[in-house]
C-alpha cells in the first residue's frame, strides 16, 4: 500500500455533538494527562510492533502534511488507493509495510550515528525532505552539477589571481570556488580523452569539454629523453606506456560571446594531465636542479643565484619526438596564434594541471612571460602540484609581473612535499621551493571519505574536486549544500569512500564497482564533443 492510499483511505465517521448553550455550567475540569508521542515511522530506532500500531491509527494533519511533503519531493504523485485496500477487517486501514516499503528504500538509517562514523550534527537530527532529496542528488548520474553562475566581469582580475587572491581563499570564495571546479573538470577531460585512445594521433582524438563555451584548438604532447630499454619491455605490455611521446593535454579557448561577456574577457585555458606512463615516471625520478637553459653555469655563487628546475620536468616540455615538436613549441605557437587571432580583445590565459601537468603548468607560465612581451595575464591552478624549482625560479615567476600561481594542497598529499633531496644541497638557493599562494584542503572534513584514505586517494584529482566543491574554511563544516555528485569518486575511490554510501549507492542503484568510463558517458553527456586541430 502506497503512503498515498494511506493517506486517503477513507474512515468512519465520527458522530456530531451539539455544543452546550453558553449558560450551561462548565463540566468538572479533569487533569490533563501528558502528550502521547506516536512512534515516527522515520526514526530507524523504532520497534516494528509500534510501528504497525501506530500505523493503524488515523494519521494526524501534520503526519499527513509531512507525507504528502516527501511524496511531493520524491517526484509521486498522490494516487486514488486501489478498491481492494481501501477497507480492509471492517474498514480499517491496511498497516505500511514499513520492512519492504518505500521508507525502508530511503534508508534513514544512513543518518544514524554508527561506529566509526562521525558524530550527528544539529543538522542531522531532523532529516527534511529537502535533505534527503540532496543526498539523492549527491549520488545522481548527472554530474558534474555546477553551482549557479554569477556574472564575475568586474572582478575577473581578482578571480584570475591579481593580488594573489587575497581574501579570497579562507574563507573560500563562491565564484573562485565555480571557477576551480570547471578548470578541475577541465583536466579530467584531459585525463579522459588519453585513456579512451592512449595511442590515437592528435587529428583522430575527441576530446569531451564539459563546458560548451570553449573549443579545443591545439593537442598537446610530451616527449620523454629517455627511451626504454629492450630488456624492460614485455610481449604483453601495451605501446603506449613505453613509447616516448604522449598526448598530454590541449589549448581550448572560450568563443561562447555570452560566456566571454559574463567573464568580462576571452580566456584561453591550458590544460596538461597528469603521470600515466612508464617512461614520465621516470622523467619524474629526476631530481636533480639544472637551469632553464639546459646547461649549467660554472661557480658556485653563479650557480646558486641562477634560476633552476627539475631535470626531468625540463625534460619533458623541451624535448622533441619523431613524429611530433615539443611541448613548449606547440604551447608557444598556438598562444602567439590565438593573440593574434583575437587581437584588441581582453584575453586572459590559465594554465591548469595536476600532478605532472602541475610542474608543467609553472615552466608554461613562465615561458609565456619571458618569451611574449605582450602576453595577457597568466594564472596557473595547481591541483596536487610537486615542487617545481630553486627559489631563484620562484623569484622569476613572480618578479615577471604577469603570472600568478594557485596551489590546491590536500592535506597529507605526499605528491606536494616533493622532490626533497634538494634540502641536502648546500645553498640555500638551490634548495625547492614552492611557489604562489596555497589553498589547502583537508580529507578528513569530507562526510563521504574515510579519515584513513590512502596515499592514491589524497592525490585524487576527482577527490580534490569534491572536497573543493564542500570547502568553506579552516575549521569549518563540509558545505551543506554541495552540489557535485559522488559518482565518479565512488568509482575511482571505492575504498577509501565509507560504506555507508557506498551501500547507499547501490541502493539507488548505482553500481561502485563499475568502470570509470561508464559513469563518464553518465557525467558529460550534455557536453560538446570537438576534435582539436594538430
Excluded at 486514488?80 to 481501501?86: E, G, K, V
Excluded at 600515466?276 to 646558486?304: H, Y
Excluded at 609581473?401 to 634540502?423: C, H, S, Y
Excluded at 568502470?515 to 558517458?521: Q, V, W
Aim: hydrophobic share 40%; charged share 20%; glycine share 8%.
Amino acid at each position: 500500500m502506497t503512503i498515498a492510499a494511506a493517506v486517503t483511505a477513507p474512515t468512519t465517521t465520527a458522530p456530531v455533538h451539539v455544543a452546550p448553550p453558553r449558560h450551561a455550567h462548565a463540566p468538572q475540569q479533569q487533569p490533563r494527562a501528558a502528550p502521547r508521542r506516536e512512534p515516527s515511522p522515520l526514526n530507524p530506532n523504532t520497534p516494528a510492533q509500534a510501528l504497525r500500531s501506530a500505523a493503524s491509527a488515523p494519521p494526524s494533519d501534520g503526519a499527513r502534511a509531512h507525507i504528502a511533503n516527501l511524496d511531493k519531493v520524491l517526484g509521486k504523485p498522490p494516487q486514488a488507493p486501489p478498491r481492494h485496500a481501501a477497507k480492509q477487517d471492517g474498514g480499517e486501514q491496511e498497516p505500511l509495510n514499513v520492512r519492504h516499503g518505500l521508507l525502508n528504500a530511503l534508508n534513514l538509517s544512513f543518518f544514524v550515528p554508527m561506529p566509526g562514523m562521525r558524530a550527528r550534527t544539529a543538522a542531522d537530527e531532523h532529516m527534511s525532505p529537502r535533505s534527503l532529496m540532496h543526498m539523492q542528488q549527491l549520488l545522481s548520474a548527472d554530474s558534474p552539477r555546477a553551482s549557479p553562475r554569477s556574472t564575475i566581469a568586474p572582478r575577473w582580475r581578482s578571480l584570475h589571481g591579481e593580488g594573489g587572491w587575497e581574501g579570497l581563499l579562507d574563507p573560500l570564495d563562491s565564484d573562485l570556488r565555480r571557477e576551480l571546479l570547471r578548470y578541475g573538470d577541465f583536466v579530467t577531460a584531459a585525463y579522459q580523452a588519453f585513456h579512451s585512445l592512449p595511442t590515437a594521433s592528435a587529428r583522430h582524438r575527441g576530446l569531451m569539454l564539459p563546458d560548451r563555451s570553449y573549443r579545443p584548438t591545439r593537442s598537446l604532447f610530451a616527449t620523454s629523453a629517455l627511451s626504454m630499454p629492450p630488456w624492460a619491455k614485455r610481449p604483453n605490455t601495451p605501446e603506449w606506456l613505453t613509447q616516448q611521446s604522449n598526448w598530454v593535454g590541449y589549448v581550448a579557448v572560450c568563443e561562447s560571446e555570452r560566456e566571454v561577456a559574463r567573464m568580462g574577457r576571452r580566456d584561453i585555458a591550458i590544460v596538461l594531465r597528469g603521470t600515466a606512463t612508464c617512461l614520465e615516471w621516470a622523467e619524474n625520478l629526476r631530481a636533480s636542479l639544472v637551469p632553464l637553459d639546459g646547461e649549467s653555469s660554472d661557480g658556485a655563487e653563479a650557480g646558486a643565484e641562477e634560476p633552476k628546475v627539475a631535470r626531468g620536468f625540463l625534460s619533458l616540455y623541451k624535448t622533441a619526438g619523431e613524429k611530433v615538436r615539443s611541448l613548449s613549441e606547440e604551447v608557444m605557437d598556438e598562444v602567439r596564434r590565438l593573440m593574434d587571432k583575437y587581437k584588441g580583445e581582453q584575453l586572459s590565459i590559465t594554465v591548469v594541471g595536476h600532478s605532472l601537468g602541475a610542474a608543467l603548468a609553472l615552466l608554461v607560465a613562465d615561458e609565456v612571460a619571458t618569451s611574449i612581451p605582450d602576453a595577457p595575464p597568466v594564472a596557473v591552478v595547481s591541483f596536487g602540484g610537486p615542487k617545481v624549482g630553486n627559489a631563484a625560479f620562484v623569484d622569476r615567476l613572480g618578479s615577471s609581473g604577469k603570472v600568478n600561481v594557485l596551489r590546491i594542497v590536500n592535506a597529507g598529499d605526499v605528491v606536494t612535499k616533493v622532490p626533497g633531496v634538494a634540502a641536502l644541497l648546500p645553498h640555500k638557493k638551490e634548495q625547492y621551493q614552492h611557489a604562489g599562494a596555497e589553498l589547502r584542503i583537508d580529507g578528513n572534513n569530507s562526510p563521504c571519505l574515510r579519515p584513513d584514505a590512502g596515499p592514491a586517494c589524497r592525490h585524487d584529482l576527482e577527490a580534490y574536486l569534491h572536497l573543493i566543491d564542500g570547502f568553506t574554511g579552516t575549521g569549518r563544516p563540509f558545505r551543506h549544500d554541495a552540489r557535485r555528485s559522488v559518482i565518479r569518486l565512488l568509482q575511482l575511490q571505492r575504498g577509501n569512500v565509507k560504506k555507508e554510501y557506498v551501500n547507499r549507492a547501490r541502493e539507488l542503484g548505482v553500481d561502485p564497482a563499475a568502470p570509470a568510463d561508464i559513469g563518464r558517458a553518465m557525467a558529460y553527456g550534455n557536453c560538446a564533443v570537438a576534435s582539436p586541430s594538430s
